[in-house]
């Protein structure tokens, strides 16, 4: 999901360090320097994607989902923000509540760090292969029109480790808590909230330069440890989700202008999706490649 903003972020710093030169030859006062923006590198984007075979649980047959997504990432003085929200909308294989279309969801993330070294006005955090250790926080929220009605809400903390390497490459561990929504959990049923686990995000991605064209791959991988039982009681599992794509900056390519116009094709795999146990139900993996486009708004 992020790209190539770290680099970019390093080359802003630069390029706000450097001085204009004074003309000696004129005697009127030099104007004042302008205050430093308070964002070292920011960038927002939309993109819209297709997945040919997306699952849900509790449904056998492969979906298709149109995604539209709005995404943001920024540097400042003392870290990172990055948000992300996904307008999906499903075919008819993945009913809305009251059947004749398919469902409706909405799915926001933030992810905030503090970096350790910016924080401290050091390089204490900086040592072999490790660039920096950050504080890591952030939540999920979603809701969908479907008869199950989720209404999934989770809060994460805990502290990101990034790596010295081309690109990017972050780890981070966090105390995770999730709570829900059940509209078909029935008599006894009753809405999930859920135990405090472990969660583990991995984020990456490597320029492929020695290609001679102006592509990478990237991605991220999210690990949630089980969380307790779910609103039928049932115990969840360990959940995995993984989703990497190769992108094409299309600008650069045809008009020499980068970070305009991407083009993309990606691979999502979804193990015990939201937890579910995928050996009883067959929804709860997933297998899904994707392709989209995405435009660089400002």
């Known amino acids: 999901m992020i790209s190539k903003y770290l680099l970019s972020a390093a080359v802003s710093v630069a390029c706000l360090s450097q001085v204009a030169a004074a003309d000696l030859g004129s005697r009127a006062p030099l104007a004042p320097a302008p205050a430093p923006a308070f964002f070292l590198f920011a960038d927002t984007q939309i993109s819209y994607r297709y997945e040919a075979f997306a699952r849900e649980p509790g449904i056998s047959p492969a979906i298709q989902k149109n995604v539209i997504t709005i995404t943001h990432f920024d540097v400042w003085k003392y870290g990172t923000n990055f948000a992300n929200i996904d307008f999906l909308k499903s075919n008819s294989r993945d009913p809305a509540a009251g059947g004749g279309q398919g469902a409706f969801e909405v799915y926001g993330l933030y992810r905030g760090t503090l970096s350790g070294n910016a924080l401290t006005g050091s390089k204490n955090f900086s040592f072999g292969f490790v660039k920096d250790v950050s504080l890591s926080y952030g939540f999920d929220a979603n809701t969908k029109n479907t008869a199950f009605a989720p209404e999934k809400k989770d809060l994460v903390a805990g502290v990101q480790v990034a790596f010295d390497v081309p690109g990017y490459l972050t780890v981070s561990a966090h105390a995770y808590k999730e709570w829900n929504h059940c509209g078909v959990c029935g008599v006894g049923g009753k809405n999930p909230e859920f135990n405090t686990t472990a969660e583990f995000e991995i984020g990456y991605m490597q320029p492929l330069s020695f290609t001679g064209l ?48 991407d083009a993309f094709v990606g691979y999502k795999y979804w193990h015990n999706k939201f937890g579910n146990n995928y050996k009883i139900d067959n929804g709860a993996i997933e297998n899904t490649v994707y392709m989209g486009l995405a435009w660089h708004a400002f």
Do not use: A, M, Y
């Open 214 to 261: 102006p592509l990478r791959f990237s991605g991220f991988t999210n690990i949630v440890l089980p969380k307790g039982k779910d609103g039928f009681g049932d115990s969840t599992k360990t959940e995995v989700l993984s989703n990497n794509r190769l992108t094409l900056d299309v600008g650069q390519l045809v008009t020499g202008k980068p970070n305009q116009i």
